[in-house]
């Protein structure tokens, strides 16, 4: 069984998918200074996309660079995986998560820009 959204209501079992996403390196030499919205606007284009059999998209979120990112779903399994733009990579993903009622799942995601 794949989860899927649940739909606000009584009666709606769930568990939530929850983690922090953390891009890196930033600069060609670290430390570096970005600002708060540069910083937010790189992570806008990283969306963390669930999907089911087939590929079947089943819910997507835009990622905070502070508090991460959390969905409440129904349980079984949903695979996780991250859309990004040129070089980005993740050793972390694709990633399959089983979901239970009642659970709470954190994965962290980490993203190498390919930036040295």
């Not at 590929?55 to 835009?62: F, H, R, T, Y």
């Not at 695979?79 to 980005?88: A, K, L, S, T, Y």
Request: with cysteine; glycine share 12%; proline share 10%.
């Amino acid at each position: 069984m794949f989860c899927d959204i649940a739909n606000p209501g009584p009666g709606v079992d769930t568990g939530i998918l929850t983690g922090n996403v953390t891009r890196g390196p930033l600069c060609p030499a670290e430390p570096c200074t970005i600002s708060p919205e540069r910083l937010a606007s790189g992570y806008a284009t990283r969306i963390i996309v669930l999907s089911g059999p087939g590929g079947d998209v089943i819910a997507e979120a835009v990622p905070d660079p502070i508090t991460g990112y959390s969905f409440s779903l129904r349980p079984g399994t949903c695979v996780v995986e991250i859309r990004h733009q040129g070089i980005d990579r993740s050793p972390d993903l694709p990633e399959i998560v089983l979901l239970r009622e009642g659970e709470t799942v954190r994965l962290d995601i980490a993203i190498e820009t390919g930036i040295r």
